[in-house]
Structure formats: C-alpha cells, structure tokens
C-alpha cells in the first residue's frame, strides 16, 4: 500500500478548480450518503485494464479512449449511449485491422462530468456569472441561482453513471458487439456517405469469418469475436465525489477509486504536490496524465515518481495536448525524458485540447485538418525516436453534431449552429470520428512498415 496515504489527505493539499460549496451541510450529507453506495468499478477490472495499458506500452495493444468532454444529465439517454458505443466498435475495427493489435477500449463516460475551466466566471450581454464547471457541480443555464454548486448533483451524477455502466456492460457482453455484426454498427447517417471504406473493411472481415468457419473454426465458441471488454475513464476533478467512492479492495487490501476504471489528472491540475495528484497517487487504478505544453522535464521527473513509485507497466498514460503544429517543439523532450529515466508509460494523443479556436461565427470549435495533423505530428515524433504511439484520446459522439469544422462533410463555421450541443467543448461526430480512425490505422500500419524495414 502507498505510504502515507489517506483518501482524504488531499483536503491538507493546495487545491484548485474545484467548487466551493456553499451548503456544507448538505455536501457532508452527499458524501456520508455516496460512500455507502456500491462502487461503480471493480478492482478486478481496473487491474485487468491496467494489463491491457501495460501491453499498450509496449506496442502489443493501442488505447482507443473517446466520449463527451462533458456528460450531460439533459442529454442522457440509452441511444446516445448506444451511438457512441458503435462508433466506438467502428474505430475500434479500423485501428484493429491498421494496427494488428487489439484495442483497448476506453470510453469518457460513465463519469465524465466535472470540468476544468480557463477562466472563473463568463460574462454575456454584460452580466458576469461564475462558469459552469460540469453537471456534477452546477447547471448551464446562464442565471445567478444555476451557478451556484450544489453538492446533490454528486447523487445524480452517480446514478446516471450507474446506469452508464449497466448499459455499457450490457452492449459489450450481450451480444451486440459479436464481431459478426460488424455492419451493423454504422450509425444512421454514417450510413449515406463516407461508410464505403467501413462496408469494404467489414466485408473483408465477414470474409474472413466465413473462412474461418469453412475451415471448420467456430467463431462462435471464440469469446473474444462475441464480445468486448469496454472501460471507463473521467478526470477526477471533484475530489469530494473521488474521495466518496474510494473503497478497499478486499482481494489485495489496497485503496481502489470506485468511480470508473481508469482516472486522469488534468492538465490545469497536475501540480506535484496539489490536491489531485495526492488523491491519484494512493488508488491502485490506471492512472492518465494530461501533458500540456506547460509540462516541463523536471515536472515530469517528479510526477512519475510520484505517482508511479514501483515503475509498474501499465499504471501511467502520459496524454500528449499540445496543438497542432507544437507537438514538435514539447513532446521529444518529455519522450527522451521517459526513455532516459526507463519509465514505462503509455504515450497516448488528445489532439483535441491543444486545438479550440473561436470560430467567426462565434463557437468553440475544433478545424478537423488541425486535429489530423497533431495526430501525423505524435507519430512522426514516435518514429523518429525509436518510442511506442499507444493510443489516442478524442472527444467524440454518436450523434451527428456540428461542433468541429471539416471533415468528409466539410462543416463550415456556418454550420456550426445547426447542431452544436456540447455542454462543453466541440466533439468530432461520427464521420469524423471514423475518418480520424482510417487515418491513425494508416500511421500504424506505416509504423509497422518502419519497423520491419529497420529490423
Ligand atoms: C478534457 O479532457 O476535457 C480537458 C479539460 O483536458 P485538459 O486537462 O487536457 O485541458
Ligand atoms: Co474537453
């Protein structure tokens, strides 16, 4: 066990981002209430996960993590769910194919609710307000009493993610994600335009299995075509709701956040010897790790050895957001940095943070051809320093939004008000999302090349 660890030493620590309640009654209330409730996750699956990250790290699997930045308690329902399940599967399918590992896959759901935010408060038409900070803490809407946090949020919060969960594990095991369904997992509108490239990848995989049961193979006694392993992840923000649904793990007797399977720290909240990194440093869960052009090499040093003591494979994912055109200039020194040190973590990619511009019509949004280059950008620098890209990181739905510019679908920044409803920051939709996944199988499948030629 972690020495020195409580789950709640980090209220001793420096914290930032996080609310403060003004009804201390009732937030002690919440939190005497969540910690009697079921976790969500389990030790066993946060340590088959971690697993699966430590074969990421050494390039026998890729992490494909994706979802809302921010879930919504307005926008919960069992299709939107479902949607951004499939596209999932999608991606998931193409990267498999690209990269002939299996994929890891990791949704920011099930608790992805609290949000970081650059500035305090927000002003329009004149009147300042503080900011919205995620569902779990206060509401969208733009007047003085929505702001306000409310600690009963956490109750809802974790029923819809519960409730998250229990359709997520349904999706995985219950048949849907059969790999002989794979054409089924086309979401409606993907269905009419750029889904020629998926229908040809699924016609050779259906191929294939029709091979494999002429040859007298039984996909269907074959566990790992009839269902999949999906996981959880959020940045654990609130340290109050972290801290509710930390448990004891009774099988090794070590802490475990009960909140989601895999937890992250965020780029604003990173500080060594801050409230979240004591929190993170104590659970045995994966841990993820937003590394921002901020990062500095001793910050790096310092946070590996804090969070990563015994240099256990698969417990770090070091999340490079840089921004298109930066990646260059940040990411080969922390990759020289992990390599010198002998660390082992998983090097994943968000090409989503480093990204958001205003556009001229006014919106947050995310031009798809940055978004790609980042992605080109993480893979040339891996190349070049003999490392392993493991996986990718997107903010992403089902749903046909117009919140990112570009793409097969060519969304201007006129388009973006036609179907802009993130909570929060611009998601890719599902075309995008799934002409991103070609593209990362394609820098795979290069790196694969690279490597044989030079081995
Ligand atoms: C996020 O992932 O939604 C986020 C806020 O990221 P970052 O901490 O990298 O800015
Ligand atoms: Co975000």
Request: negative net charge.
């Amino acid at each position: 066990m972690t020495q020195n660890w409580s789950k709640s030493a980090w209220r001793a620590k420096p914290r930032i981002q996080m609310p403060d309640y003004p009804d201390l009654v009732t937030l002690q209330d919440v939190e005497a209430r969540l910690s009697q409730f079921p976790p969500l996750v389990f030790a066993g699956e946060a340590r088959r996960l971690k697993s699966e990250l430590a074969k990421a790290s050494r390039g026998e699997a890729f992490v494909l993590q994706g979802g809302d930045c921010a879930e919504s308690f307005a926008q919960f329902s069992a299709d939107t769910i479902r949607d951004t399940f499939k596209v999932m599967l999608q991606m998931a399918i193409v990267l498999t194919y690209g990269a002939k590992v299996p994929v890891v896959k990791l949704g920011r759901m099930a608790g992805q609710f609290a949000k970081p935010r650059s500035a305090p408060t927000e002003v329009k038409d004149g009147l300042e307000l503080p900011s919205y900070r995620g569902d779990i803490i206060n509401d969208l809407d733009f007047t003085p009493e929505a702001r306000i946090p409310n600690p009963e949020k956490m109750l809802q919060a974790y029923t819809q993610a519960a409730a998250t969960l229990n359709l997520l594990r349904a999706f995985s095991t219950g048949g849907f994600a059969d790999i002989h369904r794979v054409h089924s997992w086309t979401t409606g509108f993907v269905e009419e335009d750029k889904s020629e490239r998926y229908r040809d990848l699924s016609n050779r995989i259906a191929d294939a299995l029709d091979f494999m049961a002429a040859a007298g193979v039984n996909a269907d006694s074959i566990d790992a075509l009839q269902s999949v392993d999906f996981y959880t992840s959020h940045e654990a923000l609130l340290l109050e709701y972290e801290e509710a649904l930390a448990r004891i793990d009774s099988t090794t007797g070590t802490p475990i956040a009960g909140s989601g399977h895999l937890i992250w720290i965020g780029d604003r909240t990173r500080q060594p010897d801050g409230a979240h990194v004591e929190f993170c440093r104590g659970v045995q869960n994966p841990i993820g790790l937003k590394c921002g052009p901020s990062m500095e090499v001793d910050d790096l040093k310092q946070l590996m050895a804090t969070l990563n003591p015994e240099n256990e494979a698969g417990r770090l994912t070091l999340i490079a957001r840089f921004g298109a055109g930066k990646v260059v200039e940040h990411l080969p020194k922390l990759v020289e940095t992990v390599k010198s040190e002998g660390a082992n973590v998983v090097w994943v990619c968000d090409p989503m943070h480093g990204n958001t511009i205003k556009s001229a019509s006014g919106y947050k949004t995310r031009p798809f051809d940055k978004v790609l280059s980042e992605v080109r950008e993480f893979f040339a620098v891996h190349r070049d320093h003999g490392t392993i890209p493991g996986g990718v990181h997107f903010e992403m739905t089902g749903q046909d939004v117009t919140e990112c510019t570009g793409g097969v679908r060519a969304v201007t920044d006129e388009d973006l008000s036609a179907r802009y409803h993130t909570a929060c920051d611009p998601r890719l939709n599902a075309s995008q999302s799934l002409e991103l996944a070609f593209l990362v199988a394609e820098e795979l499948s290069a790196g694969r090349e690279a490597a044989r030629a030079t081995g």
